[in-house]
């Protein structure tokens, strides 16, 4: 078992939980994990409690994705947050959110979320500003191109 820290990009904590192992990629690691929050509307999907994340953290890669699943199995989407590289610890990951997320539904179509936060924060660095516009086009052309974990887009 690992705990999952989210950080703002001051580096404050924002949420922590925890998560199982279930691989360590050459520049990153695979997490097993289970939303046990409160049922979250977010207008697009709904997280409940029992949802199935398997989450895929890089320390190369300016975001993380989350493939989502109820707890029967049928596939929600995938939400992904661009974030700085994470940093993999031995008991704890870290990753510095950066405001801007995309949502894939189960089809395939990317929905790019907080535009407007990422644009009027004024707390981001220049480089976390670079990091990002760059992370985001790299996860869009990673979607694009049905590479893992998009593998499963009807």
Known sequence: MVIVVKLDPQGREKIQYPAEILAHLENGIVLDAYWAFPRKDLGYTIFEPGDH??????????????????????????????????????????????????????????????????????????????????????????IAARNEPFHEIE
């Not at 995938?78 to 940093?87: G, K, Q, S």
Request: glycine share 8%; hydrophobic share 40%; with cysteine.
């Open 53 to 142: 994340f398997i989450e895929y953290y890089y320390t190369n890669r300016w975001f993380n994705i989350f493939a989502i699943a109820t707890p029967e199995g049928r596939r929600k989407g995938w939400y992904c947050n661009v974030a700085e590289p994470a940093r993999i610890g031995e008991e704890r990951i870290e990753q510095i959110d950066l405001l801007l997320d995309v949502w894939v539904d189960p089809a395939g179509q990317p929905l790019i979320l907080d535009e407007d936060e990422f644009a009027a924060d004024g707390t981001l660095t220049e480089q976390q500003r670079q990091g990002a516009e760059r992370g985001l086009q790299e996860l869009l052309a990673v």
